[in-house]
């Protein structure tokens, strides 16, 4: 057994960089090309793999700190080691014979081609912060041959379903995972046994060459690369994302000429059902980017092409600079004439170590410094408290709303409203802090923006639902025969339908310029649905041309959809009018927020038996409360009172829809 110093490899950056995650301890044991910590610079995150197997003895860093090329980074324990002093001693006994030696010694090294093999183990990448994903599909048993990027298992998150692709060719020995597992990143998926071609030679050939004297060092290192592969260009497609279709790019994370590592976001996109990070398959610089935000993609589109193995070269060619440039030293000048150019990079460098504490990808990095936010002041709203895109806009926004002679003290958010103070809750008590959902945000940002740009008026009535009621319990055998559950529901749905062709001034949406309106000849309404993940609006189309019987069939099935997060873009865009029934639940009234750019949006409450004047005595009514928010800019006062008193006319005598 033998002790190694594992230093950090030539990462293509002169700066410091930090180290954002460390992925093994004292004791672990790896395999080579394990990860053992991960880095983040400007430009890309990175992955520093093992150069070998061998057991962990010290983690020498720590997450936070930064490190450069050549720094020590691990302590790793290997067997054999009684080979590597012999290999180090050799060369210094027969140092006369050293010119001439490794001449001697490169035909061998260059000669065995033979393949080796190896079993690697297989772990669960990154999983984009999401822990006890379960598997719902093994793609591969035990021994199966497959392909690198053939999919191995296939997980579902409350996000999204996504495929495990197979980092290597080669043949499956074990798994240790079978279907209704819950997995997380890093978590171990099988063994597979691979192919390596002439993998002695390249190991041994430097080890022989290192400890060469200078004089030959230029020129053997500069064959090394020659020996490597060239770099290739190599399409990325989108993978499979569930069967969806069309689904639009919301960021583009990759800009041409970014050096990235496997599993580095390349976009995210966004469905109806989730947004999901697209992951590269490949480390490379990429070389061109087919896609832009905003675009829509479905499975097998083009993203762009990346330039792989374009690396090997670099560790060689930077060794053999520095040997060249110890060895003649007439060339120290011309390196020390150079910092004529730091003077502008040192600025770049300045604004870097303003924001290199700060976790955000190189996307975000570029837009902070194109509108010149200082990152530092940004608050994330991502895993880990990573920066997004909209985190930078929200920033810039906040600023361009304050006051100009607002001092920081009295700083405002949008609108000019006053932010809340920020508040430590973990002073009173035990905490927890939890992400919100993306349609749990999404939702979050519509309310807010409605409420902030819509004038809010809410007029109240009561509708008399007792004959409705009376009749609705008379048909529900003839409606489950015809397959529907008849609810009060379908008959609000109705009444709201035949009102807006009575009054279609609640029809219609603001133009953008704000001095027209537009008016609709269609009537498609939104049911607000409440699912664990949030609120959904799933929209029934032409509800004014279909019966109660159809209303409640399709509003059964787009309500189920939306619980199981199936629904599609165009069932949920388009809406002319929104309900939101609590009835189901309890309450007497509310003020919901208008669905813009709808103008109008109605309220249910539950009904409750009440004593009404019927001129001589007072009678027990099913009475149900009406709650109509309308925006102001559109609608007036009259026309929400008018509004509410027919829709509570055609409730309480459900013939006049026939008129």
Known sequence: MSTETIKLPDIGVSDAVEIIEISVKAGDEVNAEDTLLVLESDKASMDIPAPHAGRIGKVLVSEGDKVSTGDPIIEMVTEGGSEAPAAETAPQQTAPEAVAAPQQDAVPAAQPAQSTTRIVDIHVPDLSGSDNVPIIELAVSEGDTVDAEDSLITLESDKASMDVPSPYAGRIVSLAVKEGDHVSTGDLIGQMEITEQGAPAATEAPAQAAPAPQPVAPSQPEAAPAASAEPQRREIRVPDIGGSENVPVIEVAISVGDEISKEDTLITLESDKASMDVPSPFAGKVVE??????????????????????????????????????????????????????????????????????????????????????????????????????????????????????SKATATGGAGIPQMPAIDFSKFGEIDVKPMGRLLQAGANNLHRSWLNVPHVTQFDDADITELEAFRKSMKDEAAAQGARLTPLPFMIKACAYALRKFPQFNVSLHPDGDKLIWKNYVHIGIAVDTPDGLMVPVLRNADQKSVIQIAIEMADLAKRAQDKKLTRDEMTGGCFTISSLGSIGGTAFTPIVNTPEVAILGISKAQMKPVWDGQTFQPRLMLPLCLSYDHRALNGADGARFTTYLAQLLSDIRRLLM
């Open 289 to 406: 980017v087919a896609v832009k935000e905003g675009d829509t993609l479905s499975e097998g589109d083009l993203i762009g092409y990346i330039e792989t193995a374009g690396e090997a070269p670099k560790p060689a060619a930077q060794p053999a600079q520095a040997a060249s440039s110890a060895a003649v030293p007439q060339q120290a000048t011309p390196v020390k004439a150079a910092p004529a150019e730091p003077s502008t990079e040192a600025l770049t460098a300045e604004e870097r170590d303003t924001s290199s504490s700060v976790h955000a990808g190189p996307a975000v990095r570029m837009l902070a410094r194109e509108l010149g936010v200082d990152l530092t002041q940004v608050n994330g709203s991502g895993p880990k408290a990573r920066v997004l895109k909209e985190d930078v806009h929200t920033f810039v926004k906040q600023r361009l709303n304050q006051p100009a002679a607002a």
